[in-house]
């Protein structure tokens, strides 16, 4: 059997089991946390397609997702449109902010750190007018409505937020193998690697790292009404916090930064970490250290994620067998 | 092809280049050759739209395109390589190659036939899989020339493509740009190696301090006062022709 069709099938396998885990796992408590291990891959692919790809590290990945929050909610809140429309526009208003913030910081050739951190501004920024302005509900937040439904896009059990966050996944998934296999994304890896040969080359660097942010944003504005509708309720701090920006960008490098299953593969170690030093130890604070060291140790020793651990491993069976 | 009006390029008050008229036409080999820090490389550079010039135009086709992006230029059939290789380094050859092809194609397949076509005309075939960054200098600078060939240009920009190459090597790559030029790609290159120059080139310009001192065939131009002064110094061209005489 070929590499590829091996894959093939190995993937088609991996989603055989999560569509029917629900019939298996009859424990709230182990959905809700594939239910978040799905959500933080998800939102940690839109972040690696911007920075993983492309290479343009941002800190205030979480704009998009806060503004996706909002924008569902008070759709939902003040004109009575369901979220399963609201979620439409949610994606529109990431991409739009996506374009808006990427046209301001590359047009002015924003790179590296500086990049990174007007992002991280522009969140910040966001956080505090949604907690200034009135149709946001200002700093007591939104409260949503428990009314659970297709419409809604709420569930009365745990399986329905399941399935709701597998479809996000797995549309993140096929979003990234695309990228593996086409123009735009040999373009995106040809801008992380050396922007101006890139340019040299006729790529025109600023709309691919446009339409990168825009997905991104898109991305994240999904995510935002999935949040929302989960927890029924958001505030600033919660729609813009900057752990989640920290998330997203830690499950891309611990993963494997630029890779299909990074994203993924990160938040599974991360949560399953998490979840487990937790368990375990009873101390307040001392799992959140736990947590802390395992990273260190990723990162120090892993530079290519754990997806380069793996390609690694079987890079060299393979020599060894030729 | 290309004209160069009175090109002017400033860094504050250094004037690297400083009201150049040059030339291109088509089919030809041109070179520019000059002294290190005369301003070549500038002159590349404000020519392919990677720095704006403060004077003069650049014309290719007759149309202006001084105030285009370099990937629009390179659109437009004119492409440039860099003097310090700046290969994709996490990517192979094939890929490198493929990033200029699909330039013209957005098609993987097509793509990919098109780098595996340039390749083998800049014979790196053999090389396809290895990650660039493991290549040799000499290799950098073939996927340097074979890169910006995939994009299928018209006019191909060659900056000190045979620097730090041996003596084999520079022969090889020699006959690779005669090959190039005789598939219809004009060639406008900026070299130090001087029988290379001879070799490759119809016309030769000569460039120090930012202005041109110098043009025409390059054994002309080797042999002018002006251009052996500007390379050896004051009194260069009088001493080296008494040698001659004794």
């Not at chain 1, 966050?165 to 096929?174: A, D, E, G, T």
Request: contains cysteine; glycine residues 12%; hydrophobic residues 50%.
């Amino acid at each position: 059997m070929t590499l590829k069709a091996k894959n093939a099938l190995l993937f088609g396998l991996a989603f055989l089991v999560a569509a029917l885990a629900p019939v298996g796992i009859s424990s709230k408590f182990y959905l809700d946390v594939l239910t978040l291990i799905f959500f933080t891959a998800y939102i940690g692919q839109s972040w690696n397609i911007l920075g993983g790809y492309a290479g343009q590290f941002s800190f205030g990945g979480v704009m998009f997702f806060g503004t996706g929050a909002y924008t569902s909610s008070i759709l939902l809140i003040t004109f009575g449109i369901p979220p399963i429309f609201g979620i439409f526009v949610a994606v529109l208003m990431g991409a739009f902010l996506g374009f808006l913030v990427g046209y301001l910081s590359f047009r002015s050739g924003l790179r590296g750190s500086y990049f990174a951190l007007i992002t991280l501004a522009f969140a910040e920024l966001l956080r505090v007018l949604a907690n200034s302005v009135e149709f946001t509900g200002g700093g007591v937040g939104l409260f949503l409505t428990y009314a659970p439904g297709l419409k809604n896009l709420q569930f009365v059990s745990p399986t329905g937020f399941y399935y709701f966050s597998l479809f996000l996944l797995v549309i993140s998934l096929v979003i990234a193998l695309w990228l593996e296999r086409s123009r735009f994304g040999a373009q995106l890896v040809a801008i992380r690697e050396n922007e101006e040969a890139a340019e040299a080359l006729g790529i025109d660097t600023l709309k691919c790292k446009l339409y990168a942010i825009m997905i991104m944003g898109g991305m994240g504005g999904a995510a935002g009404t999935f949040y929302a509708q989960k927890y029924l309720y958001i505030d600033p701090p919660i729609s813009y916090s900057i752990a989640l920006s920290v998330e997203m960008l830690l499950v891309s490098i611990v993963g494997g930064l630029g890779t299909v299953f990074g994203p993924l593969i990160g938040s599974i170690v991360l949560h399953v970490v998490n979840e487990v030093a937790r368990h375990f130890i009873d101390t307040p604070g001392l799992s959140l250290i736990v947590y802390g060291v395992i990273l260190i140790f990723i990162i120090s020793y892993l530079p290519n994620g754990l997806v380069g651990l793996f390609r690694k491993t079987r890079g060299k069976k393979e020599d060894g067998g030729a | 092809m290309l004209e160069v009006k009175q090109l002017t390029k400033r860094f504050g008050g250094l004037i690297a280049v400083s009201t150049v008229d040059l030339s291109v036409i088509e089919g030809e080999i041109v070179s520019l050759i000059g002294p290190n820090g005369a301003g070549k490389t500038t002159l590349f550079a404000s020519i392919a739209g990677f720095l704006k010039p403060d004077g003069g135009d650049v014309q290719l086709h007759g149309q202006s395109i001084l105030n285009l992006k370099p990937h629009k230029i390179c659109q437009r059939g004119m492409v440039r390589t860099f003097q310090i290789t700046q290969p994709f380094a996490a990517l192979n050859t094939l890929e490198n190659i493929m990033v200029g092809a699909y330039s013209r194609t957005g098609d993987k397949a097509l793509a990919q036939r098109e780098a595996e076509r340039v390749a083998d005309i800049v014979g790196m075939t053999s090389q396809l899989h290895q990650k660039a960054d493991g290549l040799t200098v000499a290799a950098r600078k073939r996927l340097e020339l074979a890169r910006a060939l995939a994009t299928k240009p018209k006019l191909l920009l060659l900056d000190e493509v045979m620097a730090g190459l041996n003596p084999t090597e520079i022969d090889e790559i020699v006959d690779v740009i005669k090959g190039i030029r005789d598939t219809g790609v004009t060639i406008f290159l900026i070299e130090h190696v001087m029988k290379a120059v001879v070799n490759l080139s119809d016309r030769t310009y000569v460039l120090n301090d930012g202005k041109l001192i110098a043009q025409g065939t390059p054994e002309s131009v080797a042999s002018n006062p002006i251009v052996i002064e500007a390379y050896l110094g004051h009194g260069a061209a009088a001493a080296m022709a008494g040698e001659g005489a004794t």
